[in-house]
């Protein structure tokens, strides 16, 4: 088993900066895809971004490329979510998980391939 926290949020006025960090403990996340999600009210939660297990070829969503990099530390079992730019509609609680199957890198907008989930992290944009 894995488990997934993550930690980073808060409140952030539009234009700015935070960096998410998703640290994994249980067992080591080297080997999988690990991705970010986000959830706003009343919403479907939706893909923002995965990278590989070897932190090459990062995929973002529209909504966020150019504005959010997504890397990972597998020394530091941990994965990070650095957001620039920030608008009010990025306001959303945000997950990261992991894939386990090496198969899920062609899907990784797909909610169902992630095999495990954090708790989230609340990011408010506001003014």
């Known amino acids: 088993q894995v488990q997934l926290g993550e930690s980073g949020g808060g409140l952030v006025q539009p234009g700015g900066s935070l960096r998410l960090s998703c640290a994994a403990s249980?067992?080591?996340?080297?080997?999988?895809?690990m991705g970010w999600f986000r959830q706003s009210p009343g919403k479907e939660r939706e893909f923002v971004a995965a990278?590989?297990?070897?932190?090459?070829?990062?995929k973002y969503a529209d909504s966020v490329k150019g504005r959010f990099t997504i890397s990972r530390d597998n020394n530091k079992n941990t994965v990070y979510l650095q957001m620039d730019s920030l608008k009010p509609e990025d306001t959303a609680v945000y997950y990261c998980a992991a894939a386990t199957s090496r198969f899920a890198w062609a899907f990784v907008y797909d909610i169902s391939q992630y095999n495990y989930w954090g708790q989230g992290t609340q990011v408010t944009v506001s003014s």
């Open positions: 990278i590989n297990w070897i932190g090459r070829s990062p």
């Open positions: 249980g067992r080591t996340i080297s080997n999988y895809i």
